[in-house]
């Protein structure tokens, strides 16, 4: 995992180059008024996907891990807790990893939290346990982008 804010990039420096350039490219082609759906970057290799979500209250979010694909999720607008682990993940209680590159379970072990505001943005790798939409408060809407890079090209 690795986090920072797409403002300040010169943070992390030891970003990959495809995932800061990802970022660069949300940066400059998106904000939070670009319709909804999904923006191919490089095909089905790199695309990046909009939407605005609901959080629900941490006990009702299911944690999610990906084999295919890592996520850059960049909060475009609004505010979004999140939980993740560092622990691998138990036995999903729904694989859809061959089909939809997501798997669930009911949570992470030893989950931690973390809360993030437009701009933020965290990297999570294939196998990485984490649990998105969590409610910083009351459940809100917030809106984001969800950049999808295959990890086969992150060196």
């Known amino acids: 995992m690795i986090s920072g804010n797409i403002h300040h990039l010169e943070l992390v420096p030891y970003l990959p180059a495809t995932l800061r350039d990802a970022i660069e490219y949300v940066k400059k082609h998106i904000t939070a008024d670009t319709p ?15 939407s605005n979500d609901s959080t629900d209250v941490f006990e009702q979010r299911r944690a999610e891990y990906h084999a295919k694909y890592l996520d850059i999720q960049i909060v475009l607008q609004g505010e979004e807790g999140m939980a993740f682990s560092n622990l691998p ?18 949570s992470g072990a030893h989950e931690k939290q973390f809360v993030m505001r437009a701009g933020d943005f965290v990297v999570y790798y294939p196998g990485e346990v984490h649990k998105p939409l969590c409610a910083v408060g009351a459940p809100a809407h917030v809106r984001k982008a969800v950049v999808k890079i295959e990890a086969a090209l992150v060196r």
């Open 36 to 50: 909804l759906g999904k923006y191919e970057i490089k095909g089905d290799q790199v695309f990046v996907m909009i």
């Open 89 to 106: 993940a138990g036995k999903p209680d729904t694989d859809w990893l061959a089909d939809k590159d997501v798997a669930f379970v009911a």
